[in-house]
């Protein structure tokens, strides 16, 4: 709202006709803006939203076609079906407990129930449910007794579904014979143009219904809608007092008639999935009751419905997708349950709050001890009876219905959810991304460990009493007649998660639906354990358990077996149970089978202890590299020799110069270096690997002004340094004008010095954040020198604190190095430091990340989502950076955008702020590598979920390294280098040469031809690929015939000027030349064969 200001002209105080104080109602939404909302952006955003998710107001087809659909049902045929229901359908599924013959006859009623009708589906799928009512004569008087309910239901959706597609073949083949009577005639004309198929309510294949929907395209502004035939009964056809959670009425068989059914275990998931046919229109009537009551109770289930859809909460049927058995009317009715129970008017209330309303009651419910009643404000304990029946207890008015009886074990993943969202809702001011935003579904985002089981059988989703099972571990134990999945995930959480102790931070279940079988048209169900882990407690070997004379011990030797289970003495006298791991050898690069982390044995133990045959189909998945140290032990030492080089560095008494402080500037330092470079040879034949370090003096003014000349001063300073180096402490070191090599047992450290009076004028211009734009760059030697004596020292020394408080993220920038470096992208390892920094240290949306996998997973997202276009990626090390840094950072980029192609990534930071030290990418493959890196997380999502794998063809880790190499014009293969850590001296030298020998290609391939290619390369797959600039082969002036590069002059018409292009093949045959000895085949993409190394 707005509010007029007087005029100034006015006397003070005078009322004036422009100003107008704000009304009551102005006044509420302002208040509501700034303490509910938070920001106006965010309200704005939910507006949106809204707008998006409601459903469209024209559904003129789907409206006709609901009126014509009840006098078709109303004109089925009677028919007499016999018992044998699995041979008279074939494509449905029964339980055959005991199969009776039943008279089908059409529905005694049909209501259109569920969210089409109420306006509370979402834009996205427009579903009507429509409840037919199966006659009760078809049914005998105990019928609700061990399943012969669903059989009967079951066969009658068959039969249903068989005269529909009668008559839609019939409209198909011209409306029927001649023979056909008028009812049926029309009826066929109705069902023109619709498709009938099979499917199933909550992917449960016990309980299929009939869908009906177009074949063609929705009318314009109506889109496609499905209509789905539910089957239900008349609510008394079931007797209610035998149905509620105490009771049994699944009985094995041979238990006898006079059995008492209160001495056998009772069945609560098999009498609420009874209860949820007969009370369909019952439960209409309550959501069309708080509709009335509560204006904006339609809008707050939408954004639920959005939020559980974000998260992966709401059951799916498309293949390939996580879930949980939560429906939207779950989610409806606890909506309804959160605004009766609020003491807010409901006139007042807004679809926010009532949002946030229902999240409190799933979050602040203590879902193991507590009890639900639909329209009561407290819950009630339950009982120990009640607790182990269900997971989760929310009851209709009558106690007797459970709304949650599906959500056993997910009830406290969606709890968590719940509880994170209404704290980011209370700190954040800008929270829409972490709360709505679509990737909080992908479980590679979040997941360090997953474990998977093979499909299940079908009516894995069914509730089927089981065996009871014994206690061994009491966490493990599910209700008897739960769903398979819903036990298996249970079991699967429970005894994980307390194997894994304090190793494991949060476990979070889910199922996996599978492809779709075209003959039944029922899926297959996976059950997935998603668990996030604690880098700090991985690598402990060694379980310490309960003294052995403890009561808890039963409990550990029944977790761990006896054959893992072992007494043992400790130094303070106490002998306690322990469970003892295999300890991976140290240094290695990736988690092998035969050598497995120590979470792996873990999980692997306890699904051969627990889940017997089960376990040799479970696939667990722990990333590209598996787990593997953080923070390596070479590097560990490296830190030791340093501190010792910097101590002996500051007590050197021969310098006229105090020493301020010497800074580390290698990658290895902060832990995150793929392969060191390698020391050049001594006489000693040991091999080094060669680390920067430099030295900063105090200020003083007598360093010369002149560049070269403090150049010179610098080399004499280090000259200085040699020679008491060598001579009181007796450490080798080699000299030149601008470095100094001083060599350790295992390491060589080259030492620099930096100066500030040198770098001054750059470092003003270059970290200035109040710099101006438009002022004239500096020269790149001058860039050069300030980014490798000023800049890399002090990100190096932001990346090693953030590393030791996160050992996860030194894993997370050496794999996302090594991913980089398979799209030829070699060399941008501090791109690839800044954008891992970025997504550990300012993770919104999402908590931060605690393995290497989630890492780069979460810089391929950030990669293929951030606006690179229209908002800088501004990366805070050290949370030092101010708002108006932030403002002046943005300035700086909306500024080069002005300059520079808007696809070029723009990567800023404190030490950086207009992003000129940092090297990035180029403009010319931001996009390419932008559709890589979307294509690697999809790769990573179809790994952990397992889509497209089969027992005889498991599908790898090749996927998310493979390289797309038609987007480049040359490729040149490389012989494979020897290993730098032979043991023979020669082979040693063969390495470091082949090493350097690259190098020096790649350097002189960019030096030379940079005006008309890119060259890309990777130094472990040995390639090099070159891209050709497009706008280097457009037609130039002759003049260009004064370059390097050599260009084909090309004839035009008499009295026109030449123009030039650039001599393709004599390019390709320089390059050829320039790796010959190195080159493996040099290939012209698109071209036939490929030039081998030495062919004329």
Known sequence: PSVKVAKESGPAGATSGEFKAPEAAEVLEIARTQNLYKSNLFRLQLEEVLKELAPKQKHARLDTFLRNLKGVLEGLATRSVPGNFAAEFPK?????????????????????????????????????????????????????LNFRYFDKRAAYVGEVHRQLQALCSASRNGGGSSSSTSSSSSSCTHLAGIEVDIGHLQADVFRPCVVLRPTGKGELGEGQWVVRLLPSCAPDLLPVAKLGPDRNLVRAVGTAETTDP????????????????????????????????????????????????????????????????????CLSILAAHAGQTSNIAPSQTSSFQLFKLTLTVL??????????????????????????ACGAHFYDTDGLFNFLWRLGPFISEISWEAQRCLRILDTEADPYEAVFGQQAAAPSLQWDLTVRTAPLRPGALCPAMSKPQQATVPSAIAPADAPEASQLAGSLVGVLREGLGDRCTRAVPRLV?????????????????????????????????????????????????????????????????????????????????????????????????????????CDIVSGPSGFVTNLGDRDRRLWVAFEAFRAHLCQLSSLPLTIKDVHAVDRAFSYTALSPPVAPLTADGVSRTLHDVVVEFESSGR??????????????????????????????????????????????????????????????????????????????ESLERLRSLWWRPRIRSTCHAQVLQKPAMAGAMRLCQRWLGSQLLAGYEEFAEHLVASVFLQPSPFETPTSPQVGLCRVCWLLDTHDWEREPLIVDFDGKLTSEDRLSMRSSFEHSRKEAEASSFWVSSRFDPHAMLLQCPPATVSVWLRRRAHQALAAFNQRLLGIGSTPSAPIGWDALFALDTSVFDVLVRLQPPNAEDARKKGDRLKAVASRQAVASLVSKLRSHLSPVCLIFHDTDDRMIAIKWRPTAFFPQHQNVLMGAVPHTMIRQAEGQVPICVPNVLYLTSAIASLAEGLMLDLTVVGARGALASGSK
Not at 573 to 590: D, T
Not at 713 to 736: I, P
């Open 92 to 144: 449905l599924r029964f339980h055959e407990e005991q199969p009776a013959p039943f008279e089908f006859q059409p529905p005694k009623r049909i209501d259109v129930v569920g969210s089409f009708l109420l306006g509370t589906c979402m834009r996205s799928e427009t579903i009507a449910d429509v409840a037919i009512e199966m006659p009760s004569e078809a049914f005998r008087s105990k019928d609700y």
């Open 262 to 329: 209160t001495s056998l275990p009772p069945t609560p998931h098999y009498n609420s999935c009874l209860l949820e046919d007969a009370r369909m229109r019952l439960h209409l009537e309550h959501m069309h009751r708080a509709l009335q009551k509560f204006p904006a109770l339609k809008d707050a289930i939408h954004l639920l419905k959005r939020w559980a859809t974000a998260r992966g909460f709401l059951l799916q049927t498309s293949p390939g997708t996580v879930c949980t058995p939560l429906s939207g009317f």
């Open 363 to 388: 979050a602040s419910t203590d879902w193991a001890k507590q009890k639900l009643t639909f329209g009561k404000a407290t819950g009630k304990l339950l009982t120990a009876e009640e607790a182990k």
């Open 513 to 617: 639906v599978g492809e779709r079988d075209a003959s039944t048209g029922a899926s297959d169900v996976s059950v997935v354990v998603g668990f996030q882990l604690d880098a700090i407690n991985l690598e402990r070997f060694l379980d310490r358990g309960p003294s052995a004379e403890s009561e808890a011990a039963k409990s550990f030797r029944a977790l761990w077996g006896r054959e893992k289970s072992e007494l043992r003495r400790f130094k303070d006298g106490s002998v306690l149970e322990c469970a003892v791991w295999a300890k991976p050898p140290a240094g290695r690069e990736s988690e092998s089978k035969k050598q497995p982390a120590v979470v792996t044995q873990i999980v692997q133990h306890l699904l051969r202890k627990h889940f017997g045959d089960r376990a040799a189909t």
């Open 703 to 780: 360093w010369p002004d002149d560049p070269m000349a403090a150049r010179k001063v610098a080399g004499a300073m280090l000259l200085q340094m040699k020679e008491e180096l060598q001579g009181d402490l007796g450490l080798d070191a080699d000299l030149t004008e601008t470095f100094l090599d001083v060599r350790f047992p295992e390491f060589v450290f080259r030492v620099q010095i930096f100066h500030e009076k040198e770098l001054f004028e750059v470092a003003r211009r270059v970290t200035n954040f109040q710099a101006q734009a438009h002022a004239t760059p500096p020269s790149d």
